[in-house]
């Protein structure tokens, strides 16, 4: 399970939906808090939303809180990320991450990767 697989980027008109997925290589997620960053070009990463590895906690960046939802399959082989009421401001390369350990909201805690998937929303 040290792969990280996202897909479901795309390009989205303001105020539409995407729902990004990230799956594993094998195995479940359930040991480990599992997390979404974004890049946007020339800057550095941002944290978006994490959900701790019993699922009892959430947390959302201010920029996101109330648009975007964190959850996990039942079988916790992938993990989502529902984006609704999109905003050019959300345009970014979107990433997963994963790692043992409590909710963090630095990218270097973080110690599997996926190589991300682009998510371009249009004014």
């Known amino acids: 399970q040290d792969k990280l697989v996202e897909s479901g980027g795309g390009l989205a008109q303001t105020g539409g939906s995407l729902t990004l997925t990230c799956t594993g290589s094998?195995?479940?997620?359930?040991?480990?808090?599992m997390v979404w960053f974004r890049q946007a070009p020339g800057m550095g990463r941002e944290f978006v939303a994490a959900m701790s590895w019993n699922g009892y906690e959430t947390n959302y960046a201010d920029s996101v809180k109330g648009r975007f939802t964190i959850s996990r399959a039942f079988d916790k082989t992938k993990f989502y990320l529902q984006m609704n009421r999109l905003k050019p401001e959300d345009t970014a390369l979107y990433y997963c991450?994963?790692?043992?350990?409590?909710?963090?909201?630095?990218?270097?805690?973080?110690?599997?990767w996926g190589q991300g998937t682009q998510v371009t929303v249009s004014s």
């Open positions: 991450a994963r790692r043992l350990g409590p909710i963090s909201y630095s990218a270097t805690s973080y110690d599997y």
């Open positions: 094998g195995g479940t997620f359930s040991s480990s808090t």
